[in-house]
């Protein structure tokens, strides 16, 4: 069954998307990660215009090549709409959340960034709101996280922006970081049944098999058809770190098992935070968008066009009267 969407939400989705309703995000939110990739030995020593400049620099070689492009509102989303940057053509997402997470890690929590709001999202000119959410069904903050996406969710039903909702899952051993692979499918699974009917319009979800374990390509698809099924709401495949060859094998088969698009951020783009200058922007004109380009071309071939999941916008006379 259809689901009804705003106006706002509507229009907001068409400019992050294809014409044909597929999604191609370019991913460039991160912070923690990103000063980690540009000085391994001390992420800390990374100044703010070295993070600025960086964002700025991927998102001008690689932003036409993308439907959106997300960044966080520390280092990117001004200062690639100010710069010149963003591609006019490209839709902006604009991350909530303050990177990282607080509490024990077998119970994460996340904090929305101090200081920022949906309204400054939507007063900004963003197309579209990304909340990251560590989430485990089966935590004692389970709940907790419910009930903050409940009310972002709110906020942007109010703004009339679309909320692309990542939940990152996590292993509730603390002797392991990642969740084991017998376990991942359950998992992402569950997260998607159960926060999906929360008010969010698109879901960016993590690949529900752990496919260094599982090379059987009937069972990524059996994996991802799970998902399709278990999400009340569009969703979209994030890239996870993996190598871009081994992200164009899931972002096929999730999208011909009913993904609507990706966001896709470090296997289009790492290797650039390893030189500077005139080697930097070579690589970025060249491999990473041919990269970003042939991921955006798979996605508008194969996926399920989100405009299928929400019904379209009535407007009836008198509309704007009451609008």
Known sequence: MKQPISLGKYRSLQQCSTPRGAISVLA???RGNLRQLLNASDPKAVSYDQMVGFKTEVIAALSSSATAVLLDPEFGAAQCIASGALAGS????????ATGYSGDPTARQTKLLPDWSIAKTARMGANAVKLLAYYHPDSPSAAEIEALIRQVAADCAAAELPLFLEPLSYSLDPDQSKLPADERRRVVIETARRLTPLGAD???AEFPLDVSADADESRWYDACAELTAASVIPWVLLSAGVAYEVFLKQVTVACQAGASGVAVGRAVWQEAAKVQGAERSAFLASTARERMQRVTAL????????ISAFETPVIADQWAATY
Request: proline letters at 5%.
């Open 202 to 204: 698109i879901l960016k």
């Open 28 to 30: 460039l939110d991160q």
């Open 299 to 306: 996605c508008d071939a194969l996926a399920t066009p989100w």
């Open 90 to 97: 490209a839709g902006l997402l604009v991350a909530a959340e």
